[in-house]
């Protein structure tokens, strides 16, 4: 069966600190991968993904994240956090034929301190 | 944002009522999704919907039933509702396509005392 996992369950950092949240899968086959941030009091919205191709991606507010297969990683990282990056993120993981379901991670808190 | 509203946004209830939430949406997605967030486990899958009136069940689905009649909506009920049930639940979109992203709603915060 597919898991996530994400080791860091609450990362706390300064502002202009480098970041990278761990995650790692457990599915061996074919995979697409998500992060998704929330934001307080908000619901989830995709940071970035991947399906194939380069496997360093780049999403949105200077987020990036990099697939290494043979790691069964996607890990995130951002060179410089600011205050408002402080939210809770999720991976997540999809095999194309898994009828649309995907599975998360138990997510990872990060807070910043300003 | 995704076209997605979900109704209640919060509830609070008592053990053993019934309680449905609703989401909506203006995507005209074939794939809907009931999810539910709790504190350290992310967000699980309850049920979700490849159609009208196709449904299935997720990883957490006992104690809820959905009903889909019509594409963009989907109801979440719970027959009888359990303290273990307090949770956020989320609702989600997909096109079902190969390459898929699934997109979310606001949630529901219910509490069940």
């Known amino acids: 069966a597919q898991s996530v996992s994400q080791h860091n369950h609450h990362v706390i950092l300064s502002e202009a600190a480098s970041l990278e949240l761990g995650c790692n899968y457990s599915?061996?086959?074919?995979?697409?991968l998500f992060w998704y941030v929330q934001y307080p009091g908000q619901h989830l919205q995709l940071l970035l993904k991947?399906?194939?191709?380069?496997?360093l991606v780049k999403g949105i507010k200077g987020f990036e994240a990099e697939f290494i297969k043979s790691k069964f990683s996607f890990n995130l990282r951002k060179p410089s956090v600011q205050w408002s990056d402080t939210a809770e993120y999720f991976c997540?993981?999809?095999?194309?034929?898994?009828?649309?379901?995907?599975?998360f991670g138990s997510g990872t808190r990060l807070s910043i301190r300003p | 944002d995704a076209g997605i509203t979900q109704s209640p946004r919060h509830k609070v209830t008592e053990t053993g009522t019934p309680v449905t939430l609703r989401c909506h949406q203006t995507?005209?997605?074939?794939?809907m999704y009931w999810y539910r967030q709790d504190p350290g486990h992310g967000l699980r899958l309850i049920h979700y919907?490849?159609?009208?009136?196709?449904?299935d069940k997720g990883e957490v689905s006992d104690g809820y039933s959905v009903s889909r009649s019509k594409t963009e909506d989907f109801l979440l009920t719970l027959e009888s509702a359990t303290s273990s049930q307090t949770s956020v639940y989320f609702c989600?979109?997909?096109?079902?396509?190969?390459?898929?992203?699934?997109?979310f709603g606001p949630g529901t915060r219910l509490l069940v005392l």
């Open positions: 997540a993981v999809k095999a194309p034929s898994s009828a649309s379901k995907i599975i």
């Open positions: 599915y061996g086959g074919t995979v697409n």
């Open positions: 991947y399906f194939s191709g380069d496997p």
């Open positions: 995507e005209n997605h074939r794939y």
């Open positions: 919907s490849y159609g009208v009136k196709d449904t």
């Open positions: 989600a979109i997909g096109n079902a396509q190969a390459q898929e992203t699934q997109y």
